[in-house]
Every structure is written in C-alpha cells, then in structure tokens.
C-alpha cells in the first residue's frame, strides 16, 4: 500500500540521519513549543528534509522534528504539528505518530491550545483530557486497515491512559499546580465556534474545544501506545466569558500557561517505568 511505503520511507531517512532510539513521543500544541529548550538536543531534522512529511502551515508551529533526551528520557517531540484544517488528509495529519511508532516510541505525549467551555476554567489553565468528542468528519482510520499497526476495530474505553493521568495528578498537587481534567471535543476548524455551537458543545459534555489531538489519539490507540494529553485553555468560550477572540491573545494564554506544562511533562517523564 502506498501509505505504508509512504511511512517507511519516511522513517528509513530519520534511521539514516539520526542514531538515538526514543522511547516518548511528544505533540507540541500552538504556543506550546518552548518545552524545545528543556531538552537535551542531538539531532534535528526539518520536515522540509524528511520523504513524504507534511510540511507545517501554521504561523506559530516551527516544523521540525527534536531528537534528544529530557528528564532521562530519549525523546522525540515535533515542534509543530499538521491540522486537518490546513488540507491534510487523515492519513496525512497522523503520519508522524505511525513514523514514531516505528522508530520506538513506547508512550505519547500530546498538547494542544484549546478554548474553555466549563465555566471551572480559567485563562492558562492546565486541563488534563480523559476522554474526547470525536466531531471531525473524517478518521484516520477510515479505509483499509493497516494491519500491521493494529486491527479493524480498535477499542477507545482508555483512550488516555488512567495510569497517567493519576500520576499527572499526584504530579501536579506536589508541585503546587492547579490542574483541571475533563473532556476534549475535536472540531475541523479553522474557523472558531459560533456562540450557539459552543452551548452545544458544552450541551454534548465538552469542557473544552480544539481542532487537533484527537486523529493523533485515534492512531496512537489503533497501535495501541498509551496517550497523555493536556489542553492549555487560551480563551473561554462559556457566555459570562465569551467574547470575539484574539489570536495574539489566544497565543499569549499558551505562552504564560507553558510553564506549568511544561513542568508536568518532564516530571512524568521522570516517573516513567
């Protein structure tokens, strides 16, 4: 299949360029990337450079591929990541977590930006996600199966992994930081909600909204390496709250928010068997 050619191709160059075996992979969300500084670097690789790799169109995500080591960890974080949104097939926006699976990664840590519904949340909130609203109009795992990532009908009853998100928890309440959980709903954006689709949303069970995360979920599960993931609420979508956004703003949010995260992060990372 030309898919799998796609992403062996794609995985046989990164082999060829770098010598280091991750065992974490880790999606940076818009205003998110800084977590970049924290590791130890020994390669970088462009998107631009590698076969058959999307290439980021979003002002804010940097495009490249980081190898190096963070809190012990050999690690592989993507400074940047592709959204539906941008005109990437499925197929192609889950791309680098089947590309990750095949360098070695045994976990996967995702971030994203996302607007508040629950009215518990505040600007730079820190939302551990447990679950998720799958509203996009198409999946990754749609058409024939690959099997040799998994079967045809790969169960989500843990879709992020419980055992993580305990230990997030206990992470986060000994480093004094305010973390919230709830569910995440996936939309195909880009443009944002109107004020009747977030009370929508919010009708349906969401606590927060965003345009990513979820396709990369579903290809992680269908492989079947646990998930952690965090949303940073950049803006509040609930109508005491609501109000036009502000892209600036809405990066602004992410930025003052990376540090918590980012602490959370390498923390779990710490703790991992």
Known sequence: ?????EIREATEFIKSKVDTKPEVGIILGTGLGALVEDIKIEHTLSYNDIPNFPISTVESHNGKLIFGELSGKKVVAM????HYYEGYTMEQVVMPVR?????GIQYLFISNAAGGLNKELELSDIMIITDHINLFPENPLRGNNLDEFGGRFPDMYDAYEPKLIKLAKEIAK????NIKEG???GVQGPNLETPAEYKYLDIIGADAVGMSTIPENIAARHIQIPVFAVSVIT???YPEK???????EIIGAAINAEPKMTKVFKKLLEKLN
Do not use: N
């Open 235 to 237: 803006d509040l979508c």
């Open 242 to 248: 609501l109000k036009p956004a502000a892209i600036p």
């Open 1 to 5: 299949m030309d898919t799998i050619k």
């Open 79 to 82: 400074q940047g990541r592709f």
């Open 174 to 177: 000994e480093e004094g930081i």
């Open 183 to 185: 569910v995440y709903a």
């Open 99 to 103: 590309v990750m699976h095949l360098l």
